[in-house]
């Protein structure tokens, strides 16, 4: 499943790339569906800012169909991010708790200046799914799309979610 949003937020790139990277724990109060975001790894690399962000998401937010199947202590994701200043993006991938050996979610965010004073935020990314061996083969189509649609409904509304955050983080904070 191909994940792409794009977003405008506006301020200027340099602020919006920099909030982004460095605010990512406070946007959290901004993103209804997200109880926090925790930084779990901070390390420079090079060039690079490999960055390891736990998110928790609100339990409201998490269907009841699937709630008997994430335990309670794997309804978050970790965010490994590597966050290239020269290119203005970063590449990460995501890692579900609750599944991490049958979910693959990698891709970039990248941020274009429109012009001086406006920001696009472009995120691309893909999300895989193998559910081989959980469920019976002849389910296995169905159970796939069911489950790409869940994660999918997880994490492509939190890319414009978090787009939403940003822009209101950077009206308060300046």
Same mark, same amino acid.
């Given at each position: 499943m191909q994940l792409s949003v794009k977003s405008t937020i506006p301020f200027p790139v340099q602020k919006v790339y920099e909030a982004m990277r460095d605010h990512m724990p406070k946007l959290a109060d901004y993103i209804p569906n997200i109880d926090s975001i925790v930084v779990k790894t901070k390390e420079h690399r090079e060039d690079t800012l490999y960055l390891v962000n736990q998110w928790n998401p609100s339990m409201h937010d998490i269907p009841s169909v699937a709630q008997p199947f994430i335990p309670e202590d794997k309804q978050y994701w970790l965010d490994y991010a590597?966050?290239?200043?020269?290119?203005?993006?970063?590449?990460?991938?995501?890692?579900? /708790? *609750?599944? &991490?050996?049958?979910?693959?979610? !990698?891709?970039?965010? /990248? *941020?274009? &200046?429109?012009?001086?004073?406006? !920001?696009?935020?472009?995120i691309q990314g893909e999300l895989i799914l193998n559910l081989k061996g959980r469920v019976p083969r002849l389910f296995l189509n169905k159970a796939t799309k069911g489950v790409e649609k869940f994660v999918g409904k997880l994490v492509e509304p939190n890319f414009k979610k978090t787009a939403q955050a940003l822009t209101n983080f950077l009206r308060e904070n300046g």
């Open positions: 590597y966050w290239k200043d020269a290119e203005r993006a970063c590449d990460w991938r995501l890692e579900m /708790a *609750f599944m &991490p050996d049958r979910i693959k979610c !990698t891709g970039r965010t /990248a *941020f274009l &200046p429109l012009n001086e004073q406006t !920001t696009e935020m472009r």
